[in-house]
C-alpha cells in the first residue's frame, strides 16, 4: 500500500446519521488506517473539500449518499467535478436504490458525472463491509496506476 493511500482522508456526505455511523463504523472496524469524517449535507461536504484542498489535508475519497434532501448526490458530484481544485476527488456514490428494480436514473446520472465507484446499502452487514474493502481496494489500485501514469511522464 502506498503512503499516499494509508494517510488517505474520507468524507462521508450522508444526511442520514444512523447509516453514515454504520459506514464510519465499518471502516474503522477494518483498521484501514484511514480519516475518517461525516457531513449532513452536499453543500456542507463541497465546502468542506474546498477548504481541506487549500490545506495539506485533502480529502481523497468521497462517499456520497444518492438521495439527500437540498441537494443530491448527483448535484454534490456535478458540483465537485466542476471545482478545480476538488475536480480530482475520488467519489464514492452510496445508495439504496435496487438498480433491477428502482428507476436506475440517479445511478445513470451520477455515472455521466464520472463517479468513481458505487456502493450499494446492502441488507447485510457482511455485504456492507465487503464493498467497503472493494472501495479501499479500487482506490489504492487507482493511486498505484496514477503513480506509475506519472512516472511515465
Same mark, same amino acid.
Given at each position: ?6 494517510? $488517505?482522508?474520507?468524507?462521508? #456526505?450522508? !444526511? ?9 463504523? %465499518? @471502516?474503522?472496524?477494518? *483498521? ?25 489535508? $485533502?480529502?481523497?475519497?468521497? #462517499?456520497? !449518499? ?9 448535484? %454534490? @458530484?456535478?458540483?465537485? *467535478? ?13 445508495t439504496s436504490l435496487q438498480c433491477k428494480t428502482d428507476c436506475p436514473?440517479?445511478?445513470?446520472l451520477c455515472h455521466a458525472k464520472k463517479a468513481d465507484i458505487y456502493?450499494?446499502?446492502k441488507t447485510t452487514l457482511d455485504d456492507f463491509e465487503a464493498e ?22
Amino acid at each position: 500500500m502506498t503512503q499516499h493511500a494509508q494517510n $488517505a482522508r474520507i468524507l462521508i #456526505i450522508d !444526511d442520514n446519521v444512523a447509516e453514515a455511523t454504520l459506514t464510519k463504523l %465499518t @471502516l474503522q472496524a477494518d *483498521r484501514i488506517g484511514y480519516s475518517i469524517e461525516h457531513v449532513t449535507d452536499g453543500y456542507t461536504g463541497i465546502d468542506k473539500l474546498k477548504q481541506a484542498a487549500l490545506t495539506e489535508r $485533502a480529502y481523497h475519497i468521497v #462517499i456520497v !449518499d444518492v438521495n439527500m434532501p437540498v441537494i443530491s448526490g448527483c448535484e %454534490t @458530484l456535478e458540483i465537485i *467535478r466542476n471545482t478545480g481544485e476538488i475536480a480530482d476527488t475520488y467519489v464514492a456514490i452510496l445508495t439504496s436504490l435496487q438498480c433491477k428494480t428502482d428507476c436506475p436514473r440517479d445511478l445513470y446520472l451520477c455515472h455521466a458525472k464520472k463517479a468513481d465507484i458505487y456502493l450499494h446499502k446492502k441488507t447485510t452487514l457482511d455485504d456492507f463491509e465487503a464493498e467497503l474493502l472493494q472501495l479501499k481496494t479500487d482506490y489504492e489500485k487507482c493511486m498505484k496506476m496514477t503513480a506509475a501514469n506519472a512516472k511515465d511522464i
